[in-house]
C-alpha cells in the first residue's frame, strides 16, 4: 500500500516574486457561481452561529456572501433571505402593499415584522396614497382605517424608473419613498432615499442585477422540495447542499433535482476528493464545496477516522474541476488571511468561513461575558446542541436517534464588527497578492509556487519569544 501524502496550510507557504504594483492595487473581485460575482471572495459558513440575516447583509455589504443555515424552519429561513434581499435596492419590485380599507393596526405589524417605515396604500389594486412612520407618529387610534390617516396622491415615478429623474423628486419634495406606476396607476415598484444613500454608503456592495444583496441559502437532500420554493419566491441567489458526505447519491440526486425543477445556482458539498468533486459536477453542481475536517469545531477526523488535509483537498479538487472550469469553495480551516491567500493560490474561487466571523457583533446570539472577558457561543452543526435543533440530517442521523457528534459546542473571542475585521482578512489577502505579484485572483490561482515548510518553520512564522502586549487586530494564538 502507498500512503499519499498531504498537506493542510499550516505546511505550505507561497514564494515571494516581483512585483511592480501595491497591495492596494489587487483585483479581489471573484465569479463563484454564474451570476453570483462578488467583490471579494469571502463566504460565511452556513451555521446557526455564525449566518442569519444580520450577518449575511454585513458581509454583503462588504462584497462577500453569507449563506443563510438550516436549522430554521423553511418559512423562517425563506423570511431572512427576503430580509437580506430587501436590504439594498434600487427598485423594490415588489414592495409590500396594504388595502386602503386595512386597519392602522394591520399596518403597524406589518411595519414591525419586515422592519419598515412606509407602505404604499392599494385602491382596487391602483395606488392611491403612501402610509408611513410618520403618518403612524401622530395617529392615537389604530382602529382607524389607512385611508383616514394615510398622504393621498403622492408624489410618484411613471413607467420605466430612471435613478437620476428618482433623486431630483426625493431632493425637490423632501420626500423618502417614491412609488412607481404604470400608465393606467398600477404599482410596479418602489424607490426608497434610504436605498439610494446606501448604495452610496457601500460602493462595494456585492449586488444581484437589480442592485439587491447577493444571499445563499443552506438546504439538505431530504428538504430540497420543502424549501425551494420559498425561497426562490424569496429570490435567494443560490443553495448549498449542506452536507458532511457530499459524495453520496442522495446528494448528486438533489443537486440534480435542484437543477431540474428550479434551475437555481447550486453548490454540492462536501468533498475533499478528486473523484468526489467529479461526481458533483457530473450531477450538475455550478461550484464544489470542499472540506472534510478541517473546521474548527469539527471531530469527523477523530471520530470517523476520514477526511484530507485541507490544503491538499483543495489542490485535488481543483485538479478535479480544472476541465469544466468549476468553482471550488474552500470551506472549513480558515485560521488567519494567510489561510486565505493559501486557499485561492491553490485555486480556489472562494473561501467559507465560519470561526472568524463567529464572533462578531453581527453573528447570531448575544455576548457572553466569562472572567472578565467578552466571547461568543461557536458550535459545529454536528455538535449535540445544533442536531437537537435540526441539523443531525446533516450528519446522516434522524433527529429523534440518540446523537453521535462530530463537532463541539464552545465559545470564541468577541471580535467587534465585520466591517473593520473583514478589511483586516481582505487586506491580507491583497498584502499575500502583493508578494506574489499577482495582480488578479486568476493570476493568484496560476502562480503555484508553493514550498513545504516543516514544524521549525512554522514556529518560525508564528510570533515567538516574546510575550504580546498590545495584541493586533489579525493576529492571536
Ligand atoms: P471553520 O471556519 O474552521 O470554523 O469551519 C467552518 C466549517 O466547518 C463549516 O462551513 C462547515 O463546513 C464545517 N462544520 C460546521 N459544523 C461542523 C461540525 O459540527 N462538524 C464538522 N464540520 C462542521
Given at each position: ?13 507561497l514564494q515571494p516574486s516581483y ?223 449542506d452536507t458532511a458526505h457530499g ?29 468526489g468533486t467529479r461526481r458533483l ?197
Open positions: 500500500m502507498q500512503l499519499e501524502e498531504t498537506l493542510s496550510y499550516d505546511d505550505v507557504l512585483s511592480d504594483f501595491l497591495p492596494g492595487d489587487t483585483d479581489v473581485t471573484t465569479t463563484i457561481l454564474p451570476g453570483v460575482n462578488l467583490q471579494i471572495p469571502i463566504l460565511s459558513a452556513a451555521m446557526d452561529t455564525v449566518t442569519e440575516d444580520r450577518l449575511a447583509i454585513a458581509l454583503a455589504l462588504e462584497g462577500g456572501v453569507g449563506v443563510i443555515h438550516r436549522n430554521l424552519p423553511p418559512a423562517e429561513q425563506a423570511r431572512q433571505v427576503g430580509m437580506v434581499k430587501r436590504f439594498l435596492n434600487w427598485v423594490i419590485e415588489s414592495p409590500v402593499t396594504v388595502d386602503e380599507d386595512q386597519t392602522v393596526h394591520e399596518v403597524w405589524e406589518i411595519m414591525t415584522g419586515y422592519r419598515i417605515s412606509g407602505l404604499p396604500v392599494l385602491s382596487g389594486g391602483r395606488l392611491c396614497g403612501i402610509i408611513t412612520s410618520r403618518d403612524m407618529r401622530f395617529c392615537r387610534d389604530y382602529t382607524l382605517k389607512v385611508r383616514d390617516v394615510m398622504t393621498p396622491n403622492p408624489v410618484v415615478e411613471v413607467g420605466r424608473p430612471d435613478i437620476e429623474s428618482a433623486k431630483e423628486k426625493f431632493d425637490t419634495h423632501k420626500i423618502e419613498k417614491l412609488p412607481v406606476v404604470d400608465g393606467e396607476g398600477r404599482l410596479t415598484g418602489l424607490i426608497t432615499v434610504k436605498d439610494l444613500e446606501k448604495h452610496n454608503d457601500f460602493p462595494h456592495a456585492a449586488t444581484d442585477s437589480s442592485g439587491r444583496l447577493l444571499v445563499g441559502a443552506a438546504i439538505s437532500p431530504n428538504d430540497v422540495d420543502d424549501r425551494l420554493p420559498l425561497l426562490t419566491e424569496s429570490k435567494v441567489d443560490f443553495v448549498v447542499l459524495d453520496s447519491r442522495n446528494v448528486a440526486d438533489a443537486v440534480a433535482r435542484v437543477k431540474d425543477r428550479y434551475g437555481i445556482p447550486v453548490i454540492g458539498g462536501n468533498v475533499a476528493t478528486v473523484e459536477i457530473e450531477a450538475g453542481a455550478d461550484a464544489v464545496k470542499v472540506g472534510v475536517g478541517p473546521g474548527s469545531i469539527c471531530t469527523t477526523r477523530v471520530v470517523a477516522g476520514i477526511g484530507v488535509p485541507q490544503f491538499s483537498a483543495v489542490v485535488w479538487a481543483v485538479e478535479a474541476a480544472a476541465k469544466t472550469g468549476t468553482p471550488i469553495i474552500a470551506d472549513g480551516g480558515i485560521k488567519y488571511s494567510g489561510d486565505v491567500v493559501k486557499a485561492l493560490a491553490a485555486g480556489a474561487h472562494a473561501v467559507m468561513i465560519g470561526n472568524l466571523f463567529a464572533g462578531l457583533r453581527e453573528s447570531p446570539g448575544r455576548e457572553i461575558i466569562f472572567e472578565g472577558r467578552i466571547f461568543k457561543s461557536y458550535r459545529g452543526m454536528g455538535s449535540i446542541g445544533a442536531m437537537k435543533q435540526g441539523s443531525a440530517d446533516r450528519y446522516g442521523h434522524s433527529a429523534t436517534e440518540e446523537p453521535v457528534p462530530e463537532g463541539i459546542e464552545g465559545r470564541v473571542p468577541y471580535k467587534g464588527e465585520l466591517s473593520p475585521f473583514v478589511h483586516q482578512l481582505v487586506t491580507g489577502l491583497r498584502k499575500g497578492m502583493g508578494y506574489c505579484g499577482c495582480r488578479s485572483l486568476d493570476q493568484l490561482r496560476k502562480y503555484k509556487k508553493f514550498i513545504k515548510i516543516s514544524a521549525a518553520g512554522l514556529r518560525e512564522g508564528h510570533v515567538h519569544d516574546v510575550v504580546i502586549t498590545q495584541e493586533p487586530p489579525n493576529y492571536s494564538r
